[in-house]
């Protein structure tokens, strides 16, 4: 599989806590944008990373994830995403940097050859 990236993930924990996990080999794609709105500019950036199958070893669907392993939770404020390997450890000060985004989509493609399969994660 091609890769250009790194990335870090930090899941929310049920204590409310962040768990930090680093993945080494990703495909990241940046789609860069701005929304002019009646009172300036917003950012409309988003990304779109595939995790293949040779990165997948800790992976648990969002829905059994309880602390173990890494997840890519679509649903609210708890899973976000930065490009490289990113060791901070206070959340508020993670989601100042330049490239983190909260994941808002996770598909799986647990299909085909199993060398092929992957997640697919969007996020804004």
């Known amino acids: 599989m091609i890769t250009n990236a790194s ?5 929310q924990l049920e204590d409310g806590s962040y768990k930090r996990t680093f ?3 990703v495909f990241w794609r940046d789609v860069k944008g701005t929304e002019i709105k009646k009172f300036g500019a917003e950012n409309a950036s988003s990304i779109n990373v595939k995790i293949f199958a040779d990165q997948l070893h800790d992976y648990i669907h969002w ?3 309880g602390g173990d392993g890494w997840t890519a939770d679509p649903n609210g ?5 930065i490009k490289g ?3 901070i450890e206070e959340m508020s000060e ?15 493609a647990f299909w085909g050859s199993p060398e092929l399969w992957h997640v697919e994660i969007g996020a804004v």
């Open 85 to 87: 390997n990113c060791s």
């Open 63 to 65: 829905a059994d994830f």
């Open 77 to 81: 404020q708890k899973t976000v995403i």
């Open 7 to 11: 990335c870090t993930i930090y899941n």
């Open 23 to 25: 993945i080494p080999a």
């Open 94 to 108: 993670v989601i100042e940097q330049p490239e983190a985004y909260t994941i808002n989509s996770a598909k799986e």
